[in-house]
C-alpha cells in the first residue's frame, strides 16, 4: 500500500513549509557570511550587523511599530516572556528598595488568564513562590474566550503586571487584547502581550493594541526558524523594565553595568544570526501580501473546516447535536470565523487524543498535535485536563499561509474515517 502524502497540520507549534527566501538567506549566511556580527570592523561582521538591522526594521514594520529599536530579539517566546515577566517584577523590587525598602519585600500583583500557556504560568508561579500574589482571570468553558469584564474587575491600580494571551493555542479564541490593553492605560498598570499565536493570524498591531510589551516568536506565523523571537518593549517603558541576563554587546565594553542604549540593554551576548536572516525573509514573505490577504486566505479555510465540521455532525457550543460520522467528537473554541484563528482542537468519546493522532499519522498523514498543549488552566477550564473522566487533553489541527483547501478535505475526511461507529479497519481506508 502506498503510504499517504504528509500533510502538515501542526503550524500553531511551528510553521512548516517556510518560504524558499528564508531557507536560502540562512545558507547565504552560513556559508558566504559566518562572522560575528558587529563585533569587527571587516566586511563580513558589518553585513552580519546589517542583516540583524535588517530584521529589526521588517519586524517592527509587520507589527506597525516606527521604534524598531525598541524590539529586543530573544531565543523564542519563552525567552521573551521571562524577559517581560520577571524583568518588570526586578524594576519593581528596585523601586521599592531605592524607596528605603528592602529588595525582597516589594509587594507584586500579576493578572492573568485561564487560557495562557506555560510560558507565562510558569514564571509567574516561579514569583508566587517568592511571594507575588497572581490573579488567573477565567475562561469560558467551551470557547476559552475570556470577558473583558472580568479582565476590568481582576485588573486593579495596584497591579504590578496584566498578561494577557492575545490567542488560544488550544481553542483559537481571539482574546480581546485591544480592550485589555485600554484598561490597562487606563489604571496606569503595564500591558504585556503574549502574541505567540496572534502575528501572521491576525491583523494584531502596535498602531491598535497600545501595550506596553509584546511577546513573539520567529518560527510560528512569522514564518522564520525555531531559536528566534523578541520582545518589542515601548518606547518609554524602559525604566520599568529591568534587565534578567547581562553580558557583551560589543559597545560600551568599558562599563561594569549592561549599557541603557537600546536595543543592547536586553540583548546580551551573540545573536543567532543566522535564524534573524531566515526571519527577516519570513517577515518580508508576510509583509508583501499584507494583514488583510493573509487573514483573508485563513478565514476561507475556517469557514470551510466549520462548514464540513457541521456537516459531519461534530458537536459545537452553538449547534445542537446531529447525526453524522463526527457525532462522537466535540469541537474546543469559537465557531465564528471572526472570533477564532486557524486553530482547531477536538476530544473524542472513547479514542483519546493521542490514539486519534496516532491514526490520522499511519493512515491518512496527517500530522497533528495531542496533549495538553503546554495550557494546562486552558484545559482546565474546557474540562479536558488529564485527571477529568475521559479526557487526556485534545487532539489539535492547526493551519498555516500553505495549508490548502485540499488538505482540510483530506483532515475532515481522515477524522470522519476514524470517529466511525465501526471499529477502525486499516486496511480498507484510503483517501479519495
Known amino acids: 500500500m502506498t503510504p499517504p502524502r504528509r500533510i502538515y497540520l501542526d503550524n500553531a507549534a511551528t510553521s512548516f513549509p517556510k518560504p524558499p527566501a528564508v531557507y536560502d538567506a540562512m545558507m547565504r549566511y552560513a556559508r558566504d557570511v559566518g562572522a560575528s556580527p558587529g563585533r569587527g570592523h571587516y566586511a563580513e561582521s558589518r553585513e552580519g550587523a546589517r542583516i540583524i538591522r535588517d530584521c529589526r526594521q521588517q519586524v517592527a514594520g509587520f507589527l506597525g511599530s516606527g ?118 492605560r487606563s489604571m496606569g498598570v503595564p500591558c504585556l502581550i503574549d502574541g505567540a499565536q496572534a502575528l501572521g493570524h491576525t491583523p494584531l498591531t502596535l498602531r491598535d493594541c497600545d501595550a506596553d510589551l509584546l511577546a513573539f516568536p520567529g518560527h510560528k506565523g512569522l514564518l522564520g526558524p525555531q531559536g528566534t523571537g523578541g520582545l518589542f518593549i515601548r518606547p518609554g517603558f524602559e525604566d520599568r523594565l529591568a534587565t534578567t541576563r547581562e553580558g557583551g554587546t560589543g559597545s560600551i565594553s568599558e562599563l561594569d553595568a549592561q549599557p541603557d542604549s537600546m536595543p543592547e540593554r536586553y540583548e546580551a551576548g551573540s545573536h543567532n544570526t543566522v535564524g534573524l536572516a531566515g526571519l527577516a525573509e519570513g517577515v518580508r514573505w508576510l509583509s508583501a501580501r499584507g ?86 488552566l486552558a484545559h482546565k477550564a474546557l474540562g479536558t485536563l488529564p485527571d477529568a473522566v475521559g479526557a487526556r487533553g485534545a487532539l489539535r489541527l492547526s493551519m498555516g499561509p500553505f495549508t490548502t483547501a485540499e488538505d482540510l478535505r483530506i483532515a475532515v475526511h481522515a477524522l470522519c474515517e476514524a470517529c466511525c461507529d465501526t471499529p477502525f479497519q486499516h486496511e480498507r481506508v484510503k483517501v479519495g
Not at 514564571?123 to 490573579?135: I, R, S, Y
Not at 472580568?150 to 494571551?165: H, K, Q
Request: hydrophobic fraction near 45%; include cysteine.
Open 67 to 184: 521604534a524598531p529599536q525598541n524590539i529586543a530579539f530573544t531565543l523564542n517566546t519563552s525567552d521573551a516572556l521571562n524577559l517581560a515577566i520577571k524583568g518588570v517584577a526586578r524594576a519593581a523590587r528596585l523601586r521599592h528598595a531605592r524607596g528605603g525598602g528592602r529588595f525582597g519585600d516589594a509587594p507584586l500583583r500579576f493578572v492573568t488568564t485561564a487560557i495562557d500557556h506555560n510560558s507565562v504560568l510558569r514564571p509567574l508561579f516561579a514569583l508566587a513562590e517568592e511571594g507575588a500574589v497572581v490573579v488567573h482571570v477565567p475562561a469560558d468553558p467551551w470557547t476559552g474566550v475570556v470577558s473583558i469584564d472580568d479582565l476590568r474587575a481582576a485588573i486593579t491600580p495596584g497591579t504590578t503586571l496584566a498578561a494577557i494571551n492575545a490567542v488560544s493555542n488550544v481553542t483559537g479564541a481571539i482574546q480581546p487584547v485591544n480592550e485589555a490593553a485600554e484598561v490597562c
Open 291 to 376: 494583514h488583510a490577504l493573509l487573514r483573508a486566505h485563513e478565514a476561507t479555510l475556517i469557514t470551510q473546516m466549520l462548514d464540513a465540521l457541521r456537516a459531519s455532525g461534530c458537536r459545537m457550543h452553538d449547534a445542537p447535536e446531529s447525526p453524522g460520522p463526527l457525532a462522537s467528537l466535540r469541537l474546543l473554541g469559537p465557531t465564528c470565523v471572526d472570533e477564532r484563528v486557524g486553530t482547531f482542537s477536538f476530544v473524542h468519546d472513547s479514542l483519546t487524543p493521542a490514539e486519534l493522532a496516532a491514526i490520522l499519522e499511519e493512515h491518512f498523514g496527517i500530522l497533528a498535535r495531542a496533549g495538553l498543549h503546554c495550557a494546562p
